[in-house]
């Protein structure tokens, strides 16, 4: 299974950003997709989930909006598209499957995990 995330870099506040992650080695749509982030000397935290049809979506609380969890099953691939960044949004951010049902938070839940990409907001 690889998950292959991609569109970090550098952006100042208030600007976008639209994550990709592009799973293989599974079967896509038997997954519940999720995002996380980590920022340096923090614990890696949830920012976002989807279900497997991609009805149901579940956020963070720090995400107020902000952000938007997409999934397209035919491309094997979720989004995160990013708005009104903030310095503080500044981390490693990681795409994660979980084979079941339910939108989960939590790390443990997950089964799979990408490398990350990095998104650093300046002010």
């Known amino acids: 299974v690889q998950l292959q995330a991609c569109g970090g870099g550098l952006v100042q506040a208030g600007g976008s950003l639209r994550l990709s992650c592009a799973a293989s080695g599974l079967t896509f749509s038997n997954y519940v997709m999720g995002w996380f982030r980590q920022a340096p000397g923090k614990e890696r935290e949830f920012v976002a989930a989807i279900s497997r049809s991609g009805a149901t979506t579940g956020y963070a609380e720090f995400v107020n909006g902000r952000f938007t969890i997409s999934r397209d099953n035919a491309r094997n691939t979720v989004f995160l598209q990013m708005s009104s960044l903030k310095p503080e949004d500044t981390a490693v951010y990681y795409c994660?499957?979980?084979?079941?049902?339910?939108?989960?938070?939590?790390?443990?839940?997950?089964?799979?995990w990408g490398q990350g990409t990095l998104v650093t907001v300046s002010s």
């Open positions: 994660a499957a979980h084979w079941g049902v339910s939108v989960q938070i939590t790390t443990t839940a997950y089964n799979f």
